[in-house]
């Protein structure tokens, strides 16, 4: 492409396995993902990998949840999450279904697929089988 590389990585989305946090919420990870989303979409995609943006024993139960107070599989799917709601046009996963439960597994993978489906290019780091066989779309 003749598209100089600056302006190549402002096009590039990143999951990684971990990141370091200043105090964060899973809600504002996401807001940082795609400012322009309306909120209930991601809910709705957090839902769909059986994650919460809110704390369980908070008084009105919108108290968003702390990225650093998540478990690794909530973490990870958090980052997921980030990404994949990113309006970015590539990308880039490190080890996206490590840490995850087998169901989750299957929720990042149907995910991932319905990406695909939409024309998103995706370059996946991983030593999972089931994601080594993925077919393009």
Not at 63 to 86: C, I, N, P, V
Request: proline residues 4%; negative net charge; contains cysteine.
């Amino acid at each position: 492409t003749d598209m100089p590389k600056d302006e190549v990585a402002k096009h590039i989305a990143f999951c990684f396995q971990e990141i370091e946090n200043d105090g964060l919420s899973a809600l504002e990870l996401m807001k940082q993902a795609n400012p322009d989303m309306p909120v209930e979409h991601g809910e709705e995609i957090a839902g769909q990998l059986g994650l919460s943006l809110y704390k369980e024993n908070s008084e009105n139960g919108r108290e968003a949840k702390l990225f650093r107070e998540m478990s690794g599989g909530e973490k990870k799917r958090t980052l997921f999450l980030q990404a994949y709601l990113s309006p970015k046009r590539i990308l880039v996963f490190d080890e996206p279904t490590s840490a995850l439960d087998p169901e989750m597994v299957g929720e990042v993978l149907d995910l991932m697929k319905s990406l695909a489906q939409e024309g998103m290019t995706m370059i996946v780091v991983t030593h999972d089988k089931e994601i080594r066989n993925f077919k393009t779309i």
